[in-house]
């Protein structure tokens, strides 16, 4: 069984920074692609951003230049740099990861809340 926890969430001023983190525990042989989605109010899902093993990247645009995700495949963690926040980032973040256990599952963490205030 996997178990992922979030963590870093909270409220910060405009222009200020938050660093997200995820970390996967459990009977893991690997992880795949790591993704961080977000969810505003009223709004549905959406990706934000991943990381592949291979350390290509992927953002959304409204994130480009202000998040950067990155990995620790020895922790089975992913993190989530957020600089220059706005008050639109304002969410529930969830990490999403591709384990490997018995086969290939997609997890989903608990969620973390970022406020961001003008």
């Known amino acids: 069984q996997v178990q992922v926890v979030e963590s870093g969430g909270g409220l910060v001023q405009a222009g200020g920074s938050l660093r997200l983190s995820c970390a996967a525990s459990?009977?893991?042989?690997?992880?795949?692609?790591m993704y961080w989605h977000r969810q505003a109010p009223g709004k549905q899902r959406e990706l934000v951003a991943n990381?592949?093993?291979?350390?290509?990247?992927y953002y959304t645009d409204s994130v480009k230049g202000r998040f950067t995700i990155s990995r620790d495949d020895a922790k089975n963690t992913v993190y989530l740099q957020m600089n220059s926040l706005k008050p639109e980032d304002t969410a529930v973040y969830y990490c999403?990861?591709?384990?490997?256990?018995?086969?290939?599952?997609?997890?989903w963490g608990q969620g973390t809340r970022v406020t961001v205030f003008s």
């Open positions: 999403n990861l591709e384990v490997a256990t018995t086969g290939w599952y997609g997890v």
């Open positions: 459990g009977s893991i042989s690997g992880i795949r692609t």
């Open positions: 990381i592949i093993r291979d350390g290509r990247t």
